[in-house]
């Protein structure tokens, strides 16, 4: 057996009436414009899912194995994880007709949007096109009839796209994945080190002009709330910090870069979305950028509809 993830260190603790009622634990990996470590806590070498936050790497794949977008905002909701607003589910629909496919050529399953008002308008029928993988499953499509391949089994480990994917992932972080599961989406996810997925983010973030990897890094920059959904935390952090990408990933993971600054991976052990936000606020004030998002920086804690406490960074 390889390497496993270790886990890692109390990062955030959790305040209710001047209580400390529990902590987050986790790992973080600041990288410097160089590639550079420069803060770390936790086990930023051991595997992890990074989950949705390979997406960018996914749609620099999508782009080198033939797919080609006329609008980069198409290209923003390839790599997002969007919440199911009418703007998102709209430009998914319009992506699928583009290439002469209906919503039943996706493989995504059905789902209820993450956003509550358009959770509400949904009436509470889950279809495919509200997943909020949905953009990037309407990506590999296209991709697959660019590039001539079968559409019927493009998500399958074995499909070539997948493996295309998969290899500019490894790519882009400078290292093997030492797993493959099945995602949330029912796509291939991979396993990669904190430090290689903060490497990944870096070298997009500093992609030259004219890249793939700057076309995706300007497309997400461009237009953060289809990477995400309105206030969502990738929206808030691209909005905050000029230059900056950003990717969300379920149980905990969230990386983001800056050009001419460095890189954040982190990874919060129980797989708590709040619990990151404070820190990857912190990681960015490490490399001298100063962010201060306050729904992100100490999350509150509501009691009787009221704020009674916080999430505050350990490290």
């Known amino acids: 057996m390889g390497k496993v993830y270790e886990g890692g260190v109390p990062l955030v603790e959790v305040e209710r009436s001047g209580f400390v009622e529990g902590w987050h634990r986790g790992s973080v990996i600041v990288l410097d414009a160089a590639?550079?470590?420069?803060?770390?806590?936790?086990?930023?070498?051991?595997?992890?899912?990074?989950?949705?936050?390979?997406?960018?790497?996914?749609?620099?794949?999508?782009?080198?194995?033939?797919?080609?977008?006329?609008?980069?905002a198409d290209l923003a909701l390839v790599?997002?994880?969007?919440?199911?607003?009418?703007?998102h589910v709209?430009?998914?629909?319009?992506?699928?007709?583009?290439?002469?496919?209906?919503?039943?050529?996706?493989?995504?399953?059905?789902?209820?949007p993450l956003d509550d008002a358009a959770k509400i308008a949904s009436?509470?029928?889950?279809?495919?096109?509200?997943?909020?993988c949905s953009g990037k499953h309407s990506g590999m499509l296209l991709t697959c009839r660019a590039a001539g391949w079968a559409v019927e089994d493009y998500f399958q480990p074995d499909h070539?796209?997948?493996?295309?994917?998969?290899?500019?992932?490894?790519?882009?972080?400078?290292?093997?994945?030492?797993?493959?599961?099945?995602?949330?989406?029912?796509?291939?996810?991979?396993?990669?080190?904190?430090?290689?997925?903060?490497?990944?983010?870096?070298?997009?973030a500093e992609g030259v002009p004219g890249s793939l990897e700057r076309s995706v890094a300007d497309a997400m920059r461009a237009y953060p709330e289809l990477v995400s959904g309105t206030n969502r935390e990738d929206a808030q952090l691209m909005r905050a910090v000029p230059g900056l990408v950003s990717?969300?990933?379920?149980?905990?993971?969230?990386?983001?870069?800056v050009p001419g600054k460095g890189a954040v991976a982190?990874?919060?052990?129980?797989?708590?979305?709040?619990?990151?936000g404070p820190i990857m606020i912190t990681a960015l004030r490490r490399l001298g950028i100063p962010v201060d998002v306050p729904t992100l920086t100490e999350p509150a804690l509501l009691g009787g509809g009221r704020r009674v406490g916080a999430l505050h960074p350990l490290w």
């Open 90 to 112: 709209s430009r998914v629909r319009a992506l699928l007709r583009s290439g002469g496919l209906t919503e039943a050529a996706l493989r995504c399953p059905p789902d209820l």
């Open 35 to 72: 590639g550079n470590p420069v803060a770390a806590a936790g086990d930023v070498t051991g595997p992890i899912f990074a989950r949705s936050s390979n997406k960018p790497m996914q749609a620099i794949g999508m782009l080198r194995a033939g797919l080609r977008l006329a609008d980069p």
């Open 266 to 276: 982190i990874k919060i052990d129980d797989g708590a979305a709040r619990g990151r």
């Open 247 to 257: 990717k969300v990933g379920a149980e905990g993971v969230w990386a983001a870069a």
């Open 79 to 87: 790599a997002a994880s969007h919440y199911g607003e009418d703007f």
């Open 123 to 132: 009436g509470g029928t889950p279809q495919r096109v509200y997943m909020n």
């Open 160 to 204: 070539p796209l997948q493996h295309r994917l998969n290899e500019t992932i490894e790519e882009f972080a400078g290292e093997s994945a030492a797993a493959m599961g099945v995602d949330g989406c029912g796509a291939p996810v991979l396993a990669l080190s904190l430090t290689g997925l903060a490497t990944a983010f870096r070298r997009i």
